[in-house]
């Protein structure tokens, strides 16, 4: 029943925002392109609502089951990048290019990749729904958050933040010293 924080999954989010967000686009379509970006690397973890179902954790639609996989991050991200690309057309003249698409499916796909990174849970269901067979990869690096608050949070969140926030930091640096030359 545990996972990375949401912190973790939204930093992969907001570090690829700052990849997609264009100067071409204008400034209310690059903040809300970096808040889908967000959303959507958090998106998996919507399954604990299966907890509250009485849904069991190793069923195909329990946490980190089907809603977790391959095939239903990857149509999510493709998705979100089609209806965000034509939400930007509404009021603007530019529009997300085909290569962000790319960019969006990285950022879907990174909540169960970065879930299997973690030291404890069942597994992820990568494979669904076509298997329900649960994996992790052979090392798992990253301390597993509780699903809600406790006190194991705090040590998990400063890990988290010491591992994603430099890279993202310096993306958004490298980003505006690039656009501003």
Do not use: K
């Amino acid at each position: 029943m545990q996972m990375p924080t949401a912190l973790g999954h939204a930093m992969v989010g907001l570090g690829c925002g700052a990849l997609v967000a264009s100067r071409q686009l204008p400034r209310r379509a690059r903040l809300s392109t970096v808040a889908v970006l967000v959303l959507l690397a958090a998106l998996p973890d919507l399954d604990v609502i299966a907890f509250a179902l009485g849904i069991p954790y190793r069923d195909p639609f329990g946490h980190r089951g089907f809603f977790h996989s391959l095939f239903f991050t990857t149509c999510c991200g493709a998705i979100a990048w089609w209806i965000h690309r034509l939400s930007i057309r509404l009021y603007s003249d530019t529009t997300l290019s085909w290569s962000a698409l790319l960019v969006f499916l990285i950022v879907a796909t990174s909540h169960p990749l970065l879930d299997m990174l973690t030291d404890g849970g069942l597994g992820i269901a990568l494979g669904a729904p076509f298997s329900n067979e649960r994996l992790f990869f052979p090392t798992q690096p990253i301390p597993v958050s509780p699903i809600g608050l406790s006190a194991r949070l705090q040590p998990i969140l400063l890990w988290e933040a010491a591992v994603f926030a430099p890279p993202v930091v310096l993306i958004w640096i490298g980003r505006r010293i690039v656009l501003n030359r």
